[in-house]
């Protein structure tokens, strides 16, 4: 099996002032330059987006942002729009992170809105997927991620699918310190790629990244992304951490 190109990103969440997110960006950006094999992307909070996609400008490094809004434009006071994101100079997105699901709210069918408005607004996306520690002490992990999955891809052409990444984030391993171990990681994201094989055909399910996200450290990315099915991380906390983050672009043996 041809092993698909690995995606490191960081989410920097609501943190960093101005000047240190510059910083942070120049950092990565120096460091991924030596990191051929790896894709790479930052994902700033909105206000310093615009300065950290020109400090990444021309580097193997995108900007992203970390959410967006379901229209074009309009009185949606506080949201921020697709196009609004791409003039920033960032390329994607994040939709559905458990923190916008969990702490804001956020169902099922809004991130379906949200995931279809970044694809007409031509931004690339990550979906982000997770169950909570009841769902999967309940065993109901298969079935909450599959309800996420279907619902955000009901309106997807097949032909828009390479436009998105998915994300396998559980809820209770972020910010808790307590990683899914690498067994974990990879029996879901085996059963994500069969959730992608069955709506969007084989091709696509081997073609698509599935990402870690959950307490990745330096220490644990190694084995992560040494699942089979484990194509990328999506690294909070850590990535805050200029020395941490280069840590976890090292850590891809592929
Ligand atoms: P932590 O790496 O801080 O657990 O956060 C993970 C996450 O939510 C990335 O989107």
Not at 37 to 55: K, S, T
Not at 95 to 104: D, P
Not at 208 to 228: Q, W
Request: net charge neutral; aromatic share 6%; proline share 4%.
């Amino acid at each position: 099996m041809s092993r698909r190109r690995s995606f490191v990103a960081g989410n920097w969440k609501m943190n960093l002032n101005r000047a240190g997110a510059v910083t942070l960006a120049r950092a990565v950006r120096e460091h991924a330059a030596s990191c051929a094999g790896v894709d790479c992307a930052v994902f700033p909070p909105f206000v310093y987006l615009a300065e950290v996609a020109a400090a990444l400008s021309g580097s193997r490094v995108r900007a992203g942002a970390q959410d967006v809004w379901t229209e074009k434009k309009g009185a949606f006071t506080g949201e921020v729009s697709a196009e609004m994101i791409r003039d920033c100079g960032a390329s994607l997105v994040l939709v559905g992170h458990s923190e916008r699901r969990h702490v804001l709210g956020e169902g099922d069918d809004l991130v379906a809105r949200k995931l279809r408005a970044a694809l007409d607004g031509g931004l690339e996306a990550i979906l982000c997927i997770g169950e909570k520690l009841k769902e999967r002490e309940g065993g109901s992990t298969e079935a909450v991620l599959g309800r996420q999955f279907r619902t955000a891809f009901k309106d997807l052409a097949p032909a828009e699918f390479p436009r998105v990444s998915i994300a396998y984030e559980p809820v209770w391993a972020i910010g808790t310190g307590r990683n899914a171990t690498p067994a974990q990681a990879q029996e879901v994201h085996a059963f994500v790629r069969k959730l992608v094989a069955e709506r969007f055909g084989p091709a696509s399910a081997e073609g698509s990244r599935i990402l870690y996200g959950g307490s990745v450290t330096p220490e644990n990315a190694g084995e992560l992304l040494a699942g089979p099915d484990v194509d990328g991380v999506l690294v909070g906390g850590a990535s805050l951490d200029a020395a941490k983050f280069a840590g976890i672009l090292d850590s891809d043996r592929r």
